[in-house]
């Protein structure tokens, strides 16, 4: 099966942090790393949840043909810099995105990721609107490269989403902290909470905000 998780790691790195950082005013790579990563894991798991629906990996298949067809990726620094125009609005629309796949959660996934990170609401908010368009392009690519069909994808999104989610045996959740902070630092914005990543791996916060 395509290996989502391969691809982020390949796209994300300290590079990305810098410009997310400076783009939502955060001023601190590391605590932007750390809810870069929550907003991934739980974007990955809302949307495997969703794909679980029935119709509604078709619905999200749809979307992909439609309007994510992985380019972004292909100047992701100038979009996230502002430097690159979409010419499809919807490829870049975070906040129409984010209503689609959270619904009327993302205050509350804003509020979670926040404690977890130690960055601002707000911030983690625009975290989330900046991002979004972002995984919808991993997960085009993901569609085109790997020639999903509907069923193919949902379960590649449950997969990513058990991975994120930081099983007893998986290290793909401390894997991609590793990359946005440059493979194996150390820096611990909130030393309990990265100290769980290194031992056993962030626990999902999708666990109690999208519970079947």
Known sequence: ??????????QLSPQTVEQVDKQIGAGSKEQTAVAMQSVI????SAMAKNAQKPDGAHSLASALERDHDGSILNDM????????EASNPKMVNGAGILSHVLGNKQDKVAKSISKESGLDQQKVMN??????????????????????NPQSLGNLL????????GGKNSSSQGDLLGSLLG????SKPNKSFMENIAES?????????FKK
């Not at 620094?77 to 690159?84: A, E, V």
């Not at 449950?158 to 989610?165: M, N, P, Q, Y």
């Not at 493979?183 to 150390?186: D, I, N, R």
């Open 183 to 186: 493979g194996g630092q150390k």
């Open 41 to 44: 894991s739980t974007l990955v």
């Open 77 to 84: 620094m100038g979009f996230l810099g502002g430097q690159k």
């Open 1 to 10: 099966m395509y290996n989502l998780i391969e691809l982020m790691q390949s």
């Open 127 to 148: 975290l989330l609107i900046t991002l979004a368009p972002i995984v919808m392009g991993f997960l085009g690519k993901a569609k085109k490269d790997g020639d999903l």
């Open 158 to 165: 449950k997969t990513a989403s058990v991975l994120l989610g």
């Open 201 to 209: 791996g962030m626990k999902s916060i999708l666990g109690k905000l």
